[in-house]
């Protein structure tokens, strides 16, 4: 029932940029948190961005401080992540997360590739 689902990876080149988004339903959006997480390749899956429900307050790992900034529109049930000056380690697969009273769900994540 619950449902995610992430758009807008691609390849680039490093130092540009790419919004990604995440779609979502079978939930009350605006009265939970939202999350982005990120996998490379033969490593874990590590949070990149979190989001309160109001969009008031949020987080950000070491590693992309500065560069990614994390929003969400209520209205239409969707969270942002917006990432500038894209490094070669940002390739990964990135998921947007969400925990509800039936469990954890994740979405099927987008490829993000950053190459010369």
């Known amino acids: 029932q619950v449902q995610l689902v992430e758009s807008g990876g691609g390849l680039v080149q490093p130092g540009e940029s790419l919004r990604l988004s995440c779609a979502t339903s079978?939930?009350?959006?605006?009265?939970?948190?939202m999350k982005w997480y990120r996998q490379a390749p033969g490593k874990e899956r590590e949070e990149v961005a979190r989001?309160?429900?109001?969009?008031?307050?949020?987080y950000y790992a070491d590693s992309v401080k500065g560069r990614f900034t994390i929003s969400r529109d209520n209205a239409k049930n969707t969270v942002y992540l917006q990432m500038s000056n894209l490094k070669p380690e940002d390739t990964a697969v990135y998921y947007c997360?969400?925990?509800?009273?039936?469990?954890?769900?994740w979405g099927q994540g987008t490829q993000v590739t950053v190459s010369s």
């Open positions: 997360r969400v925990l509800t009273a039936g469990g954890v769900h």
């Open positions: 079978g939930f009350t959006f605006s009265n939970v948190p």
């Open positions: 989001i309160t429900n109001s969009g008031g307050v949020t």
